[in-house]
């Protein structure tokens, strides 16, 4: 059992809708929880960052852990279509000094 | 946010040679860098964390002798792939955190190596 688990995709959605990627981990040592948005060919943008349980809104991106239950999610609401893009999440449990661990990404494709 | 740079951020060479990568924080110090590989449809994987003024740690699996990591300074760290063979073939991409965000870690768009 891989330590993060993602579902792939390719998830395809119409422009205007809320848009839910998750992600399952095993790891209880993890204590911080990131989504980075990846487009082809270029590096990873930080989008949202939480410790804790709970929910993180930012715009129109809402973060949500569940340590009980090892799952996070990032919605999107109001999908555009310059959202569409690899979301990847990642996890670390030592601060800076941790390298991360990142599930394998999940292709979005937003719809005109 | 910070901003992680690299460079080149493509290159070509043939199997057999060594290939220089730098990864530099533009607006911030790191004590603390770290690369990663990522292979097409893959995510990213840890290769080694580079510490600034000491050896670097490598993740288990990936071969000191052959990426060689120096971080000569705070802003500055480099990772050389020696004898490059096709399988090393790969993105790949560098990291940081600003001392202010120790948790937040920030990406270099990436280096495209193609070994041919």
């Known amino acids: 059992q891989k330590e993060v688990e993602q579902d792939p995709g390719p998830l395809s959605v119409p422009e205007g809708a809320i848009v839910s990627l998750n992600c399952t981990y095993s790891n209880s040592a993890f204590q911080y929880f990131m989504w980075y948005r990846q487009y082809s060919r270029k590096g990873p943008e930080l989008l949202m960052y939480?410790?804790?349980?709970g929910n993180k809104e930012d715009g129109r991106f809402t973060a949500q852990v569940d340590k009980s239950s090892k799952y996070i999610s990032l919605f999107i609401r109001d999908s555009q279509p310059s959202d569409s893009a690899t979301y990847l999440c990642?996890?670390?449990?030592?601060?800076?000094?941790?390298?991360?661990?990142f599930g394998k990404g999940t292709h979005l494709i937003i719809q005109p | 946010g910070a901003v992680v740079s690299q460079h080149p951020s493509w290159v070509i060479c043939k199997s057999g040679t060594s290939v220089k990568i730098e990864c530099r924080s533009l607006?911030?110090?790191?004590?603390?860098m770290f690369w990663y590989r990522q292979f097409p449809k893959q995510s990213l994987m840890l290769m080694a964390t580079?510490?600034?003024?000491?050896?670097?740690?490598?993740e288990q699996g990936v071969e000191k002798d052959k990426f060689l990591i120096n971080h000569a300074s705070l802003t500055l760290s480099t990772l050389t792939v020696t004898s490059a063979h096709p399988e090393d073939s790969s993105f790949y991409i560098c990291?940081?955190?600003?001392?202010?965000?120790?948790?937040?870690?920030?990406f270099g768009p990436g280096t495209r190596l193609t070994v041919t």
């Open positions: 990642a996890m670390g449990s030592g601060g800076g000094a941790d390298g991360l661990t």
């Open positions: 939480t410790y804790s349980s």
């Open positions: 580079s510490n600034e003024g000491s050896k670097a740690t490598y």
């Open positions: 990291s940081a955190s600003p001392p202010t965000q120790n948790y937040e870690q920030y």
């Open positions: 607006d911030f110090q790191a004590t603390t």
